[in-house]
T-cell receptor
């Protein structure tokens, strides 16, 4: 089974430029997460989708960040314009929705390392 | 107070020893607890999850949960140099699919 796919793996841009990241979750996984991980920190949730609905975007900086998950499969995260502080690794994760049980482990993609100059 | 706290380390243990990694959390409504391993430059990979008080064993790994003390730990027996990585604790609150991660503990297993 293929894992979570992300592209690009690396991106270097000048500040104020736009950038977009793409994620393809594991087949059949309804829940998709975008995280940002700064060096030496744990992942921080940006947005969570259940199918095509964004059910938790409380930590997404909406003035410059946007995301979409059309048809409830692939997702795109965009930053426009990028700032120096946006340099980080952007991780996508997916998890299946189970009908019962408290556990619902998530699987991470390889991430996109963004450097804003 | 951070929602999920871990000692950043590094925690250094000799090869073959038991490594003990600890995590505390603030939300008593937390229901599920996860340990991820993250090698430098790589993405987190799930090692174990636990949601009942007590111990859960999987090979060389044992997760321990004490909800009364809001404490979860990961023991790695017979530590190997390949276990050297950052270990992230993640907590999921009851009724949600939101995970809160700690900052991670860096483990170094010395050959």
């Amino acid at each position: 089974e293929a894992g979570v796919v992300q592209s690009p793996r690396y991106k270097i841009i000048e500040k104020k430029q736009p950038v977009a990241f793409w994620c393809n979750p594991i087949s059949g996984h309804n829940t998709l997460y975008w995280y940002r991980q700064n060096l030496g920190q744990g992942p921080e949730l940006l947005i969570r989708y259940e199918n095509e609905e964004a059910v938790d975007d409380s930590q997404l900086p909406k003035d410059r960040f946007s995301a979409e998950r059309l048809k409830g499969v692939d997702s795109t995260l965009k930053i426009q314009p990028a700032e120096l502080g946006d340099s980080a690794v952007y991780l996508c994760a997916s998890s299946p929705r189970r009908q019962s049980g408290p556990d619902n482990e998530q699987f991470f993609g390889p991430g996109t390392r963004l450097t804003v100059l | 107070q951070k929602e999920v706290e871990q000692n950043s380390g590094p925690l250094s243990v000799p090869e073959g020893a038991i490594a003990s990694l600890n995590c505390t959390y603030s939300d008593r409504g937390s229901q599920s607890f996860f340990w991820y391993r993250q090698y430098s430059g790589k993405s987190p990979e799930l090692i174990m999850f636990i949601y009942s008080n007590g111990d859960k064993e999987d090979g060389r790994f044992t997760a321990q949960l004490n909800k009364a003390s809001q404490y979860v730990s990961l023991l790695i027996r017979d530590s190997q140099p390949s276990d050297s990585a950052t270990y992230l604790c993640a907590v999921k609150t009851s009724g949600t699919y939101k995970y809160i991660f700690g900052t991670g503990t860096r483990l170094k297993v010395l050959a």
